[in-house]
C-alpha cells in the first residue's frame, strides 16, 4: 500500500487507464470480430470494410495499438475482403 500521496494518485491515475484501455481494446476487438465474420459471411460490402478501417484507425490514433499493428490489421482486413469477393 502507497504511503505517499503522488504514489496513491498514480495508482488511482493507473487503475482509470487500465479500466479505458481494456473496454477500448474489447470494442475494438467486437468491431473486428464483426467485420471478420460479416465478410466470411459473404456479406461483403464497402460500409463493412470502412466500419472495420474505421475501428483500427480510432485504436491506432489514441495510441491503443501501434501503426504498424494498425497496419497489419487493415491489410488483412482487406486481404480477407479480397477472397470474399473472389468466392462469389
Do not use: H, P
Not at 479505458?20 to 459471411?41: C, E, H, I, V
Not at 459473404?42 to 495510441?63: E, R, V
Amino acid at each position: 500500500m502507497a504511503n505517499i500521496a503522488s504514489a496513491e494518485k498514480q495508482r488511482r491515475q493507473a487503475e482509470k487507464r487500465k479500466a479505458r484501455n481494456r473496454a477500448a481494446k474489447s470494442g475494438l476487438k467486437t468491431a473486428l470480430k464483426k467485420a471478420r465474420t460479416t465478410l466470411a459471411g459473404g456479406d461483403a460490402d464497402k460500409d463493412t470494410l470502412a466500419s472495420g478501417y474505421s475501428a483500427i484507425d480510432k485504436a491506432a490514433k489514441t495510441g491503443l495499438i501501434k501503426e504498424n499493428t494498425a497496419n497489419r490489421y487493415k491489410s488483412r482486413l482487406a486481404g480477407a475482403s479480397k477472397r470474399a469477393a473472389a468466392e462469389k
